[in-house]
């Protein structure tokens, strides 16, 4: 809030909208007395809307990225921006102009972040349909785009995994800004981990303080010789049992979404 001669402002700006989404700005303010000579708004530096309670038309609107004004819900102190983007993402602030005498003015403003939610949870890809003791799991959980990037987060048996578990990946970029995270798992499989047969393994996406959080779960089955022979039963062709085995594991990984 900045004050100017007896002129108060306070700028109320959405501190995050989904992309798609109209976005309504306030411009709140006190002249004390005084008479309005006009409220304009700006992006960063760069005015795109104005209102001038004398002029014809009182509103005014000037071409600036990633900014569509609506001009029927805007007025000196309500600015509202329709199909708002990943460009709208900005500092915005008010400017509020007193007439004379005093020509005071004042301004405020605020950050809006523009978020791209995922239109799908992570989805998890190993090197193994079956794994035994003895051998490492190594997965991969890769979030859906969005903007910003989604934090993703390993879980074993509902326990969050150890950082010396992990394996960062830088992440991919996309047209239009938005981003793809990647975060991998090796855990060695023992006693420790196998909990009634299986392994429960979670990954878990989060974007954003509280916007959206999605999960995708998966069973990584124990195999000793007897679980073994009995997901191959029925077939003496190989080619045949292989595929039970793969329709049986994506099952498990299914139940446990």
Not at 141 to 162: D, E, G, M, Q, V
Not at 235 to 250: A, D
């Given at each position: 809030?900045?004050?100017?001669?007896?002129?108060?402002?306070?700028?109320?700006?959405?501190?995050?909208?989904?992309?798609?989404?109209?976005?309504?700005?306030?411009?709140?303010?006190?002249?004390?007395?005084?008479?309005?000579?006009?409220?304009?708004?700006?992006?960063e530096?760069?005015?795109?809307?104005?209102?001038?309670?004398?002029?014809?038309?009182?509103?005014?609107?000037?071409?600036?990225?990633?900014?569509?004004?609506?001009?029927?819900?805007?007025?000196?102190?309500?600015?509202?921006?329709?199909?708002?983007t990943?460009?709208?993402?900005?500092?915005y602030?008010?400017?509020?102009?007193?007439?004379?005498?005093?020509?005071?003015?004042?301004?405020?403003?605020?950050?809006?972040?523009?978020?791209?939610?995922?239109?799908?949870?992570?989805?998890?890809?190993?090197?193994?349909?079956?794994?035994?003791?003895?051998?490492?799991?190594?997965?991969?959980?890769?979030?859906?785009?969005?903007?910003?990037?989604?934090?993703?987060?390993?879980?074993?048996?509902?326990?969050?995994?150890?950082?010396?578990?992990?394996?960062?990946?830088?992440?991919?970029?996309?047209?239009?800004?938005?981003?793809?995270?990647?975060?991998?798992?090796?855990?060695?499989?023992?006693?420790?981990?196998?909990?009634?047969?299986?392994?429960?393994?979670?990954?878990?996406?989060?974007?954003?303080?509280?916007?959206?959080?999605?999960?995708?779960?998966?069973?990584?089955?124990?195999?000793?010789?007897?679980?073994?022979?009995?997901?191959?039963t029925?077939?003496?062709?190989?080619?045949?049992?292989?595929?039970?085995?793969?329709?049986?594991?994506?099952?498990?990984?299914?139940?446990f979404?």
């Open positions: 809030m900045s004050p100017g001669d007896g002129l108060t402002v306070k700028a109320v700006v959405p501190r995050y909208k989904i992309r798609g989404e109209t976005a309504v700005l306030r411009c709140d303010f006190e002249l004390e007395g005084a008479l309005l000579y006009a409220v304009k708004w700006y992006r530096n760069e005015e795109f809307y104005r209102y001038v309670p004398k002029s014809d038309p009182q509103k005014t609107s000037y071409v600036v990225d990633g900014i569509k004004v609506d001009h029927m819900h805007s007025n000196s102190r309500q600015l509202t921006l329709r199909d708002i990943l460009k709208t993402t900005a500092n602030r008010c400017e509020v102009s007193a007439e004379a005498p005093s020509f005071a003015s004042a301004q405020d403003g605020g950050r809006m972040e523009v978020i791209y939610l995922p239109k799908d949870g992570p989805y998890i890809t190993g090197d193994k349909s079956i794994y035994q003791f003895g051998d490492t799991i190594n997965l991969n959980c890769t979030s859906a785009k969005s903007y910003p990037a989604s934090s993703l987060h390993w879980f074993i048996n509902n326990i969050s995994a150890r950082e010396e578990s992990l394996k960062r990946y830088p992440a991919q970029k996309h047209p239009r800004g938005l981003v793809t995270t990647t975060l991998g798992l090796h855990l060695p499989l023992d006693a420790e981990t196998v909990l009634n047969g299986a392994v429960r393994v979670r990954c878990v996406a989060v974007l954003s303080p509280v916007l959206w959080t999605s999960d995708n779960e998966k069973v990584l089955p124990r195999q000793d010789k007897r679980e073994a022979l009995l997901l191959v029925g077939s003496s062709n190989e080619r045949k049992s292989n595929s039970v085995v793969v329709f049986l594991f994506l099952i498990l990984i299914h139940v979404f």
